[in-house]
Every structure is written in structure tokens, then in C-alpha cells.
């Protein structure tokens, strides 16, 4: 009895330690990005390049920040080769804490330079804009929202909504409103929020819920929901923000890329990246639903929302991300202040 | 109640937490600390009352209640997440939902949430009042309710506190309703790009609170008056209520039919296809930290219930584990490793392995399965250990004849509680998880976004069944095992 104990135990030791093969090409990938899209690029990665993708995925109760962290944990013996961020605020802090490294992306030539890192530690591409669903149900096409403003300003009885500025892309929009209007102004914005009727709700899917259900009439959410609540319901309808000629556009939330400094396997980290920003995989990326418009192209948009813009291009908010980091601390002192109770 | 050496040193920590409070925390931090204390306190003392209630008809109109006790163990497992929306749905069809506040619907979910917890304590406690006092106290009061109502304010005192904890640590049930309690502050304050000691800092008066509520309970454990608690001879069943049916049924049901109705349409063989990536990895770093685990946490149990040297630094250790928040038990290891690899290159081929992962799920649940096995000891007649002392000098082999014959109960209860807090873990394993691997909650967790509710459910009704089997499998285990040991 005692030998076979002792045996189970040798076993369950040995399998406690042991690792996986160290013969296979691999790459390390930690991302913040929702698995169930992620792991289809992956796949299509590994088929084509034969390298392995060993992915950390990050939780949404995160908020992007959990996968942030452990990279800074790891910064002297770093385990990841490549960041792929479903957004783009915490690969800037990342820039910050010299954990990237600098790499010349094939892009480099055509991306618009506000979405590429201005020493090549990161770039932008593809993304979600913010959008007004509204229940067409509950509110007649003339009173439709058309700007920002309209959420705050409008006195009418309807219900109305968005996720909560402090976390996730509700805070980058923040962001983008303080980078584009000042501290000041920008504030007065989010005050104005905080001092009116709008019901400020956990995540844009609980938004996206509410006005599928009709407890919403509408309400400020990512095209990524948008597409979801077209496909979940008849009586939705989507309107972009700020498009209107004397208006500043929509904000973009691009996801992110960038290359980990002394990664274990910096040369596959290279071709994933090289491989992320392909065109046909950011077709891929849009045909899965992961993101709905390509900011180096900005008339390409997801095929189900091209309609809601009367194939117009998309009027996009002049937000250079390069600038937006002295904006962080503020912000997000700010957003608690007002919004959590 | 108290000894003085023990006020002295709950003095000390009160002294420590008003200092910190005033070095490291902001007046609005206080303002937030505070609140999340009168948030637990409503929870937890509806929870207990409740709880209480709940146990008093179930152990009186339920007959087979150790079902009950196998059903409501599995119900624990499912996430806060699906509580909170399953609970939010049913309360929004009978209120408007402008009328709720985040604290009022904090409340009342984690009310939702945390009931078995206290129901089920309060049954064990039920099954467990020692049936000599039990006796005593009945022949001066005519009514069971009162009887056991005079015997309770030990046990009422120590699931207060355990809720009141569980309460204002958790960060899943106040951030989905936009409520800011003290957990939500540490992790937005975190997430604002503050560097972990200053985040630590911040976590230190809810870890000393922690403490200092431990310290409480042991006080009340060591001192109590009872010591060989055996099981109570008293049958409560007296007659079926369906009432009591009805409500458990419908209880345990809302959560269970909200996850089959978002379930059914899922492809079911590209859930077991994710399954299959992470069931093993998920079911064996368990089953390491549960069994290394009880391991430790008996020897340690042993050690300090014989008032060896060092039992107050071990005390101290346990009450730190006891009281640290996931995320930080999570760094916490992802940086001790970082060292050891530093040092030890030689030792890098673990990385990909799950001994990190089984690192923070050890520190996860040492301190709850050190606490059983030290009350097991308590319980146990110093005598059998002189006895089997006088017939060996070699301690381990009278630990492992103590092990098998006397603690098979604690050994049981020790096993459940830990695999189910392990199989459950998040915020720690999420920081030490090796590249390419996952745990079946960080994958439910990691499907949590948009759309994918389908695949959720599914993972969760899963989950829910893979630990009601394995809850019912150990329990035929130690029926077998304890109907062996009889008849020898």
C-alpha cells in the first residue's frame, strides 16, 4: 500500500512539473481580446505558418488591466512575445514602462499617424466607433439623437443610456473627449452626464440588452454590440455619432499591437505581427464580427452597418493617441469621482 | 469572552489599522471603506437570520436533507456572474428598475448569493449540536425553535463574521451594478496604473479588518465550552411542508433554467471541444492543491494544536492568507517565481507547468482547510493521541493512524471545500496561468463578453454537474470507507 502511494505520488509530482515540448515553434500572445474571436485568427495563424500560438486571454472583469499587470510583473524575465490589445489605452502605459520594443511594421507607409506610435512601439488597426442603438419601437425617426450632446442635452421622457465611463472603451471615449475638447470642457461634458437622467449601466452589452428589451429607448454602445443587437432583434436601429458636417465624428477604439521587449521567441512575435496586419486578416477580423471598420481605410465598414451610413465614409473624431496618455490620471479621477457612487 | 492577551492584541491591530488608514488612504477611500463595512453589515445579517430560518424548516420539513446539503454544495459553484443576472431579470419584472439603487441591488444579490453559504452552516451546526446539550437546554423549553435559538449565538457570531467577510471582499457583484465598495476602489485605483505596493497599501485596512475578525472567531473557538462535539441524536423531521420544497426548487431552478434557455441553441460538440483544452488542466492543478493542500494544512493543524514553537508566526501567516485578496495572492506568486527563475534559471522548464498555478491555489485554501482540521483536533480527546503515543514514538505514523481513523469527516468536508474554492479560483490564476493553458473558470470567464452567453451557460451547467458528481462521488467514498471501518 505504501509503495503504491509513494509511486502515485513520484507520478503526480512529475506531471506537476513538467512543462510542454520545447521542440515546436511557438509564440507567446497575451490578449485582451474576446476568445472566441482571438482563437480564430490563432488557428488561421498556426495553419499558415506552422508556428504554435500559446495565448494568455485576459477577463472581461479585468478590464484589460489584468494582462497589463502581469507583463510589468514580468518585465525583467519576460514570457510574452507580442500584446494584442483589444484597445489601445493600456499598450500606451506599456510604451510608458519601457516594456515594448521598437519594430518596423509593414504598415508603417499608409497608417494614418495618429494611429501609429510615433517611435514604432506600437500600432493601431482595425476598430469599433461608438453608436446610438435606438429601439425603434419606443421613438419616431425625428427624434432621433444624432450628436453626443443629445444624450445629455435633450429634455425628452425617453430612457437612455450608456456603460459606465470608468472602465473599458466608455473610459477611452473619455479619453478622447478630454484629448479633443480639454480638461476643462471635457469635465463639463462628463458633469453634465453625471447631473442628468442617463442610466449609467456596467458594460455596453447591458446597454445593448436594455434596448433590445425595450427598457431602453436608446443608448451609446460599440458597433461590436450593434451588430449582435441587429442579429438578435427587428425593431433596432443605428445611428453613428456626430456625423452631422459642423460635427467632430465618431471615436474609433482601435485594437492594438506591439512587440515585448526580450520575448522568448522575438522573431515569431515579428511574424505575428506582420501577420495580424495583413489585409485579408483584417478582413477576416471584420467578416467575425471582432471589429467593424478599418481606420487605414475609413469607407470600409462591416457590411451590415454600411446601410445605417448611406454608404457614406465614416466622419472619424481627429484623436492623435500619441497625445492622449497626459490625459490618463485626469480622467480616470474624474470618471470615479462622478460615476461611482 | 476575551482573554486579556488577546484584547492587547486586537488593541495592537486597531492601532495599526487607524494608522494606515491615515498614512495610506484618502478621506474619500474612508468615506468608500466605510460604506462597503455598513454594505457587509446588512448582508451578512440578513444572510445569517435568513440562513438560520431556512436550515430551522428545511432540517424539520425535509427528510433526506443530506441531498439537500450535496444539492446546494454544487448550486455554490456557479459564478456571481450568473446569479447577478439571473437575479436581476427576476427582480426587474416585479420593480421598476429606475427605482433601484446599486446598493439596494448589490445587496440583495449577494443576499441571493451567499444564502446556501449560511444555510448550509447553519444545517451542519443543526447536525453537529453536541446532543448532551442539546438535551439540557430542551428540558427548559418546550418549542425546538427556542431550544435551538439559546444555543446559537456562538454560531450566529461566527457566520456574521465569515459572511461579512466573504461580503466585502467581493468585487464581481458591486462592479457589475456600478456600486463602489472597497474592492471596486482597490482595482480602479489598480487599474489607474498605481504600482502594487501603493495598491497593497491601499488593500491594508481591509486585510487588517480581516484579521482582526479571524482573530475573533478563533477566540470563540478556543474558548468555547464544548470540545467533543458529537453528532446530535435528535430527529428534526417532523412532517413534509411544501412550502419549504417550493421555495428551494424554485430557488436553485431560476439561475439553472436562465442558463438552459441561453444553452440550447449552442453547438454542443464546440463546447466539448473547449472542454477538452482545459478540462485536464483545470481538474488537475485541483486535485494537486487539494491534496497537497490537506497535507500541509493537517501537519500544520497538528503542530499548532500541540503548542510547538513558532505557532503564533504560523497564526500570523494563515491569518495574511486568510485575508489577502486574489489578485494580490496572484501577484504575489507570479513575483516570487519571477525571483526564483531569476536565481534558479535551471529551474525555468516549470513555467509552463501548473505549479504556479497550484502555488496560488494552495494559498488560496490553506488557511479554510487549516481551520477545519485545528477545529478536528480540538474535538479530538487528547487521550487518543497520548494513547497512540505510548505505543509509537514516531509521530507521522501516529498522524497517519489519526488521519484515516479519527478525521475522516474533517478529512471529507476538507477535500470539498477545497477543490470547490480551487475549481472556482479566478483572480489569483489569472495572474500565473501559463501561456497556452487555461483553467475551466478562466475560460467561463474568458467567454464572458459579448454574444457568447450561450457558450457560458453552457460551461456553466457543465461546471455545476462535474461538481455535484464529484461532491456525491466523495460522499460514497467516505460512506464506504466509514461502513469499512465499523465493521473492522
Redesign the interface.
Known amino acids: 500500500m505504501k509503495k503504491t502511494i509513494s509511486l502515485i505520488s513520484m507520478l ?1 509530482l512529475l ?6 515540448d520545447n521542440n515546436i515553434q ?1 509564440v ?3 490578449t485582451s481580446v ?3 474571436y482571438s482563437e480564430i485568427i490563432f488557428k488561421d495563424f498556426e495553419r499558415e505558418t506552422g508556428i ?12 484589460t ?2 494582462l497589463t ?2 507583463l510589468l ?2 518585465k ?2 519576460p ?2 512575445d507580442v500584446f494584442w490589445n483589444g484597445e489601445i489605452t493600456n499598450t500606451i ?1 506599456l510604451k510608458n514602462e519601457n516594456i515594448l520594443q521598437p519594430y518596423q511594421h509593414i504598415y508603417k507607409t499608409t497608417v494614418n499617424r495618429n494611429y501609429i506610435d510615433e517611435d514604432n512601439m506600437w500600432i493601431a488597426f482595425g476598430g469599433r466607433t461608438r453608436v446610438f442603438l435606438i429601439n425603434k419601437d419606443l421613438i419616431s425617426q425625428k427624434e432621433y439623437p444624432t450628436s453626443f450632446s443629445d444624450l445629455y442635452k435633450n429634455k425628452d421622457s425617453y ?1 437612455k443610456g450608456m456603460a ?1 465611463p ?2 473599458g472603451t466608455s473610459n477611452t471615449y473619455a479619453i478622447g473627449v478630454y484629448t479633443l475638447l480639454g480638461k476643462e470642457k471635457g469635465y463639463k461634458v462628463f458633469l453634465d452626464i453625471a447631473n442628468s437622467d442617463i ?4 458594460g ?2 447591458v446597454v445593448r440588452d436594455l434596448v433590445i428589451s425595450g ?1 431602453m429607448a436608446y443608448g451609446i454602445t460599440d458597433t ?2 450593434a451588430i ?1 443587437a441587429l ?1 438578435k432583434s427587428n425593431n433596432i436601429d443605428i445611428v453613428f455619432i456626430d456625423q452631422q458636417e459642423n460635427e467632430k465624428g465618431t471615436l474609433v477604439i482601435p485594437n492594438s499591437v506591439a512587440l515585448i521587449k526580450g520575448g522568448p521567441n522575438n522573431k515569431n512575435g515579428k511574424i505575428f505581427i506582420d501577420y495580424i496586419l495583413k489585409a485579408e486578416t483584417i478582413q477576416k477580423m471584420i467578416d467575425i ?1 471582432w471589429i467593424q471598420i478599418n481606420i487605414q481605410d475609413n469607407r470600409y465598414v462591416d457590411k451590415k452597418l454600411i446601410s445605417f451610413l448611406n454608404n457614406k465614409p465614416i466622419k472619424v473624431m481627429d484623436v492623435n493617441y500619441n497625445d492622449i496618455q497626459k490625459y ?2 485626469k480622467v ?2 474624474d470618471m ?2 462622478l ?3 | 469572552m476575551l482573554k486579556k492577551k488577546n484584547v492587547i492584541y486586537i488593541s495592537i491591530i486597531v492601532i495599526l489599522f487607524t494608522f494606515s488608514s491615515y498614512l495610506f488612504i484618502s478621506n ?1 477611500q474612508m468615506n468608500i471603506f466605510l460604506k462597503t463595512i455598513s454594505f457587509g453589515i446588512v448582508t451578512s445579517l440578513v444572510v445569517t437570520i435568513l440562513g438560520a430560518l431556512l436550515a430551522y424548516f428545511s432540517i424539520k420539513h425535509i427528510k433526506n436533507i443530506t441531498l439537500l446539503l450535496i444539492i446546494l454544495f454544487a448550486y455554490m459553484i456557479i459564478p456571481p456572474y450568473i446569479h447577478s443576472f439571473a437575479w436581476l431579470n427576476g427582480f ?1 419584472i416585479i420593480l421598476n ?2 427605482a433601484i ?3 439596494f441591488i448589490s445587496v440583495v444579490v449577494q443576499i441571493c448569493y451567499f444564502l446556501p453559504w449560511a444555510t448550509i452552516l447553519w444545517i451542519v451546526y443543526y447536525k453537529y449540536i453536541p446532543s448532551t446539550l442539546f438535551d439540557e437546554t430542551k428540558l427548559n423549553s418546550n418549542k425546538l425553535f427556542f431550544t435551538i435559538y439559546k444555543m446559537s449565538k456562538q454560531i450566529f457570531i461566527f457566520i456574521f463574521m465569515l459572511i461579512f467577510m466573504l461580503s466585502i471582499n467581493d ?2 457583484i458591486p ?6 465598495t472597497y474592492p ?2 482597490i ?2 485605483t ?4 498605481v504600482s ?1 505596493i501603493n495598491t497593497f497599501l491601499i488593500s491594508l485596512p481591509i486585510i487588517i479588518m480581516v484579521i482582526c475578525i479571524t482573530y475573533i472567531i478563533f477566540s470563540h473557538f478556543k474558548n468555547n465550552e464544548y470540545n467533543n462535539i458529537e453528532q446530535s441524536k435528535y430527529n428534526y423531521y417532523t412532517k413534509r411542508n411544501y412550502i419549504i420544497y417550493v421555495f428551494w426548487i424554485l430557488y436553485i431552478a431560476i439561475p439553472i433554467i436562465l442558463m438552459l434557455i441561453e444553452a440550447s441553441s449552442i453547438n454542443f460538440k464546440y463546447v466539448f471541444e473547449i472542454l477538452k483544452d482545459n478540462f485536464l488542466f483545470s481538474i ?1 492543478s485541483s486535485i ?1 492543491a487539494s ?1 497537497i493542500t490537506i497535507v500541509l494544512s493537517y501537519y500544520l493543524a497538528f503542530y499548532v494544536y500541540r503548542k510547538r514553537k513558532f505557532t503564533k508566526i504560523i497564526w500570523i501567516i494563515i491569518l495574511l492568507l486568510f485575508s489577502i485578496p486574489s ?1 494580490v495572492n496572484g ?1 504575489i506568486v ?2 516570487l517565481y ?1 525571483i526564483i ?2 536565481y534558479l534559471p535551471w529551474l525555468d ?7 504556479q498555478v ?1 502555488h496560488v491555489l494552495i494559498n488560496k485554501s490553506l488557511p479554510i482547510s487549516f481551520i477545519i482540521f485545528y477545529i478536528g483536533f480540538i474535538q479530538l480527546d487528547e487521550k487518543v493521541i497520548d494513547y497512540y503515543k505510548l505505543h509509537s514514538n514516531n509521530t507521522n505514523k501516529i498522524l497517519y493512524v489519526i488521519f484515516w481513523y479519527y478525521m475522516k469527516t474533517y478529512l471529507f468536508i476538507n477535500f470539498i471545500v477545497v477543490f470547490i474554492l480551487s475549481i472556482g479560483e ?1 483572480g489569483g490564476t ?2 500565473v ?4 493553458k ?1 483553467t475551466l473558470t ?2 467561463i ?8 452567453s450561450d ?1 457560458v451557460s453552457a460551461l456553466c451547467m457543465f461546471m455545476v454537474l462535474f461538481v455535484f458528481v464529484v461532491v456525491l462521488c466523495s460522499l460514497l467514498l467516505y460512506n464506504y470507507f466509514d461502513r469499512k471501518n465499523k465493521t473492522l
Do not use: W
Open positions: 503526480m506531471f506537476l512539473f513538467v512543462g510542454c511557438t507567446v500572445i497575451y474576446d476568445r472566441v504554435k500560438v500559446l495565448p494568455v486571454y485576459d477577463i472581461e472583469a479585468n478590464k488591466v489584468g499587470k502581469r510583473l514580468e525583467k524575465r514570457r510574452c502605459k430612457t459606465n470608468v472602465f442610466k449609467i449601466v456596467t455596453n452589452s427598457q461590436d454590440d449582435v442579429n464580427g490618463f490620471k480616470n479621477k470615479k469621482n460615476f461611482l457612487q | 474619500r426587474q428598475q429606475n439603487s446599486g446598493f468585487f464581481t462592479s457589475i451594478f456600478a456600486y463602489n471596486v476602489e482595482m480602479s489598480y487599474s489607474s496604473g502594487f488537475s494537486y491534496i489578485t501577484i507570479n513575483k519571477q527563475y531569476e522548464f516549470t513555467y509552463f507547468s501548473s505549479i497550484v479566478l489569472i495572474m496561468i501559463p501561456p497556452g487555461s478562466i475560460t470567464y474568458n467567454y464572458l463578453h459579448y454574444g457568447s457558450i
